[in-house]
């Protein structure tokens, strides 16, 4: 099959365990290149899980997790090292590196991952920041910027190597209103001028339905839904309309499975 036709990221019936505990539960998952594609669901479901079985930082227990066609859980680490530099992050919380400037953030990767001389970095550097609206920030140091310039940033160091797959854990979690909205509109921008595939990890219903074009909802260890948002937002699978409509009750459970008495 062509690349362009194979799926960008794709889970087969993926089985993972921490300890005694279950996390996944035979989780299928396609995300066709250039979509932007929401993982949602209640804490401690495995939404993160997913995105460190997709950079090969984890390994499930059975099923297969699949980059542009290729099984991540077989690589070795020199083919997991090449696959990790398709691969973009931004960590919650944007994961800066407080001692360093906002270039040198930025241009950490280039540096470890590239044989550019310093005029190159600098060019790529300010155009990435000018991109998210940061340009001339350069100099600050973390603690000088806002939550949202902080996450701008992340986003930037996150496609300076111009990835094929951008992964986002909780981008606008504890943003402000404004904030959250410009992060939005950057991460659909990004995704279709650079032409990448995004997952996003989130709680955040309101802003998935304007970003997202495929969401899936987890909850137990397995797909409670999917779909585009529209069609999830008028679901009436009960699971799906639980979270979706942030109703307490419903199939979704609010203890933890693992708590006395559940």
Same mark, same amino acid.
Request: charged fraction near 25%.
């Given at each position: 099959?062509?690349?362009? !036709?194979?799926?960008?990221?794709?889970?087969? *019936?993926? %089985?993972?365990r921490h300890? &005694?505990?279950?996390? /996944?539960? $035979?989780?299928?998952?396609?995300?066709?290149?250039?979509?932007?594609?929401?993982?949602?669901?209640?804490?401690?479901?495995?939404?993160?899980?997913i995105?460190?079985?997709?950079?090969?930082?984890?390994?499930?227990?059975?099923?297969?997790?699949?980059?542009?066609?290729?099984?991540?859980?077989?690589?070795?680490?020199?083919?997991?090292?090449?696959?990790r530099e398709?691969?973009?992050?931004?960590?919650?919380?944007?994961?800066l590196?407080?001692?360093?400037t906002?270039?040198?953030?930025?241009?950490?990767?280039?540096r470890?991952?590239? !044989?550019?001389?310093e005029?190159?970095?600098? *060019?790529? %550097?300010?155009?990435?920041? &000018?991109?998210?609206? /940061?340009? $001339?920030t350069?100099?600050?140091?973390?603690?000088?910027?806002?939550?949202?310039m902080?996450?701008?940033?992340?986003?930037?160091r996150?496609?300076v190597?111009?990835?094929?797959?951008?992964?986002?854990?909780?981008?606008?979690?504890?943003?402000?209103?404004?904030?959250?909205s410009?992060i939005?509109?950057?991460?659909?921008?990004?995704n279709?001028?650079l032409?990448?595939?995004?997952?996003?990890?989130?709680?955040?219903?309101?802003?998935?339905?304007?970003?997202?074009?495929y969401c899936?909802i987890?909850?137990?260890g397995?797909?409670?839904?999917?779909?585009p948002?529209?069609?999830?937002?008028a679901?009436?699978?009960?699971?799906?309309?639980?979270?979706?409509? $942030?109703?307490?009750d419903?199939?979704?459970?609010?203890?933890?499975?693992?708590?006395?008495g559940?």
């Amino acid at each position: 099959m062509p690349l362009n !036709d194979t799926p960008a990221i794709r889970l087969e *019936d993926v %089985v993972f365990r921490h300890g &005694d505990r279950l996390i /996944l539960d $035979g989780v299928s998952m396609t995300i066709p290149r250039g979509a932007i594609a929401a993982v949602m669901g209640p804490s401690g479901v495995g939404k993160t899980t997913i995105l460190r079985l997709v950079s090969g930082q984890l390994r499930p227990e059975s099923g297969r997790v699949l980059v542009n066609g290729e099984d991540v859980s077989a690589m070795n680490r020199k083919a997991l090292y090449r696959m990790r530099e398709n691969l973009g992050f931004l960590l919650q919380n944007g994961a800066l590196f407080t001692d360093l400037t906002v270039f040198e953030n930025v241009a950490t990767p280039l540096r470890e991952h590239r !044989d550019l001389d310093e005029p190159a970095i600098a *060019d790529i %550097v300010e155009a990435r920041l &000018d991109a998210v609206g /940061l340009a $001339g920030t350069g100099d600050l140091m973390p603690h000088e910027l806002s939550g949202g310039m902080a996450r701008r940033v992340a986003l930037a160091r996150a496609v300076v190597l111009d990835p094929a797959i951008v992964l986002f854990d909780e981008p606008m979690a504890g943003l402000d209103p404004i904030a959250v909205s410009t992060i939005n509109a950057l991460i659909r921008r990004t995704n279709d001028d650079l032409g990448l595939t995004s997952v996003v990890v989130t709680h955040d219903v309101v802003q998935m339905k304007k970003l997202a074009d495929y969401c899936y909802i987890l909850a137990e260890g397995r797909i409670a839904g999917e779909g585009p948002p529209a069609e999830l937002a008028a679901s009436d699978d009960p699971a799906v309309d639980q979270f979706m409509n $942030g109703r307490m009750d419903g199939p979704i459970p609010f203890r933890y499975a693992g708590a006395a008495g559940s």
